[in-house]
């Protein structure tokens, strides 16, 4: 009787649980694909569990044996009711997975995403005397020297892009202390030659801020060794220099201070680290303006480092 029993709990729950499955299933025609495969293993799974089953059934209509044979059969029918029983739970978790909603492509674009902000600026107080008195110079104040604002955007481990704006100065200057008065010389008639006076014109009022596209590159990084970014993007020597000078956020290194050199500009770049990461290299092929100065030139210029 207790034979019976189990064959007949054990087919209860192989139909219950094919129902379950092809439900699953048509729920996710266009999931993803684990899921699918979770729900075809459990389909294969209940099919030979029905097989051993109807064998059961068919045994049980012959005459037995033996008590061994009974137990054997007995043992077979155990087992197909724990196997159809982790077949049903299969079913349904795979049924709940595939019915767990995606994750929009909005916020997967959002991850893959980064805003970074950085400004270098000045807050001081500066009192100061020259024989006795107070300078022109006295005061306190607060100065922006430097501000970027950077958008990094990763397709895949290969190609990122990034965008890097740049918020500094158009004309004047950026001072720790009070602007002072330079003088102009206006001619004071169309004679020649013809006498001249000094007239002091405030630079305070000629500074403005000027708002600057410093990087826009896409990159393929094909390896550590060997990345390639096209578009305005850091250059060989300043940014590599900044890195080990550390006091970037006091003031920037000689070469872009006094001109001779800048940090960025429009071109193709590649540079990379060796095996190790004990020598890095860069090479730019870039218009030679600066990323502020945009320009069709005769020729192109070359920019290159090997560091150790």
Aim: net charge positive; glycine share 8%; charged share 15%.
């Amino acid at each position: 009787m207790r034979l019976h029993s189990t064959i007949a709990v054990a087919a209860l729950v192989v139909s219950l649980a094919a129902p379950g499955v092809a439900s699953a299933k048509a729920r996710v025609r266009d999931a993803a694909p684990s899921a699918l495969d979770e729900l075809r293993q459990a389909e294969d799974q209940i099919a030979q569990l029905r097989a051993e089953v109807n064998e059961l059934k068919a045994r049980m209509s012959q005459p037995v044996a033996s008590q061994a044979d009974v137990q054997a059969v007995s043992a077979k029918a155990d087992q197909a009711l724990a196997a159809a029983a982790a077949a049903n739970t299969t079913a349904i978790a795979a049924k709940a997975k595939a019915e767990k909603p995606g994750v929009p492509e909005a916020v997967k674009w959002a991850a893959a995403t980064q805003i970074s902000g950085r400004m270098y600026f000045n807050a001081s107080n500066i009192s100061q005397k020259a024989n006795g008195v107070p300078t022109a110079a006295n005061g306190t104040g607060f100065n922006i020297k430097r501000m970027y604002l950077g958008v990094d955007h990763k397709f895949d481990d290969t190609f990122s892009m990034n965008v890097t704006t740049d918020i500094s100065n158009v004309i004047g200057q950026t001072s720790n202390g009070n602007f002072a008065a330079p003088s102009v010389t206006v001619p004071a008639c169309a004679a020649t030659p013809c006498p001249a006076t000094a007239v002091n014109v405030s630079n305070a009022a000629l500074v403005g801020r000027g708002f600057y596209v410093k990087k826009a590159y896409v990159q393929a990084k094909i390896n550590p060794a060997l990345i390639v970014r096209l578009g305005a993007a850091d250059l060989p020597w300043v940014p590599y220099v900044e890195g080990q000078y550390g006091y970037r956020h006091i003031e920037n290194i000689m070469v872009d201070r006094l001109s001779f050199g800048t940090s960025a500009d429009w071109g193709i770049h590649v540079l990379g680290d060796l095996p190790g990461k004990v020598i890095s290299y860069q090479v730019s092929v870039i218009n030679g303006g600066g990323y502020r100065n945009v320009k069709v030139t005769k020729g192109v210029d070359v920019e290159g480092r090997i560091s150790a």
